[in-house]
């Protein structure tokens, strides 16, 4: 059964700094992508940033500059360094891994920014 763990999540200050990490238990093999999406309450789920198998990377436009997505293809795990965050980045962060077959989801991590 295929799982993703998510960790990282909380509460922070506008201007503060939260590193959301997903590990998978997919074979390393199989991961053409693996990114991270958001959903604030009354929105639609949206793309955070993503990361393919090769290194590219891209990124929501509210978020360059201030969030960095990485992974570790031996940990197969990857990870959301989110800097300078901002109110409007509160949301329910869930990372994705994508395989030629299919997706898979994790379940979430609430990120709340707010003094």
């Known amino acids: 059964q295929v799982q993703l763990m998510e960790s990282g999540g909380g509460l922070v200050q506008p201007g503060g700094s939260l590193r959301l990490s997903c590990a998978t238990s997919?074979?390393?093999?199989?991961?053409?992508?693996m990114g991270w999406y958001r959903q604030a309450p009354g929105k639609q789920r949206e793309l955070v940033a993503r990361?393919?198998?090769?290194?590219?990377?891209n990124y929501a436009d509210s978020v360059k500059g201030r969030f960095t997505i990485s992974r570790d293809a031996a940990k197969r795990t990857v990870y959301l360094q989110m800097n300078s965050l901002k109110p409007e980045d509160t949301a329910v962060y869930s990372c994705?891994?994508?395989?030629?077959?299919?997706?898979?989801w994790g379940q979430g991590t609430q990120v709340t920014v707010s003094s």
């Open positions: 994705k891994v994508e395989t030629p077959r299919t997706d898979y």
């Open positions: 990361i393919t198998v090769g290194g590219s990377t």
């Open positions: 997919v074979t390393i093999l199989r991961i053409s992508a």
